[in-house]
């Protein structure tokens, strides 16, 4: 049974050698880090299609009907010939005043240009478009504008610039 038993343990004795060798050379290959990719840089925003210089409502006249001003400036590349306004108005205690001729929650100011590319409008005045004596702000919500190619495009309110110091007197949201 010796003779036996002793051949028996061979094949174990030599296991277990070859099991630490394995067992080290593992050890001795640690993975490499893996450098994490770098997201590629986010695009920059596009540039305003228009920039506000000044907008705000006139002083209400005969029987509450208020007039609108805009001066804006054409940020696009390409010479405008008509620009309409989205726009909504307030009172001062946050209450919504609807358009005057429609009855809308919105309205639509348009002008005729043409304004070539980084050409300032200059005040622009739209008459008795809103109808309430507490009437104390509007907002561009957007614009839909019509170069002279005839392409048409509307762009929403993120994409129009006020100015800082428009920015800075607060926003027209209807929140008071």
């Known amino acids: 049974m010796n003779a036996n038993f002793g051949s028996r343990q061979r094949p174990h004795r030599l296991l277990v050698p070859i099991a630490l060798t394995l067992m080290i050379a593992a050890c001795a290959q640690k993975p490499q880090p893996v450098a994490k990719p770098t997201p590629p840089p986010k695009p920059a925003p596009p540039p305003p299609t228009l920039v506000i210089r000044d907008m705000h409502p006139a002083a209400p006249e005969k029987h509450g009907v208020v007039a609108a001003h805009i001066d804006f400036v054409n940020g696009t590349q390409n010479t405008l010939d008509y620009v309409m306004f989205k726009t909504t108005a307030y009172t001062n205690d946050g209450k919504l005043v609807r358009a005057k ?3 809308r929650e919105n309205a639509w100011l348009r002008v005729a240009g043409p ?3 980084g050409e300032s409008s200059g005040d622009k005045r739209w008459d ?3 109808q309430n004596s507490h009437l104390s702000c ?3 919500d957007g614009a839909e504008l019509i170069d ?3 392409v048409v495009e509307y762009y929403e309110a993120d994409r129009i610039k006020l100015m800082p110091e428009l920015a800075s007197k ?3 949201d209807g929140n008071g």
């Open 101 to 103: 001729k429609t009855g």
């Open 115 to 117: 304004f070539a590319p």
């Open 128 to 130: 008795k478009v809103w």
């Open 138 to 140: 509007f907002r561009i």
């Open 148 to 150: 002279v190619n005839g």
């Open 170 to 172: 607060g926003n027209c």
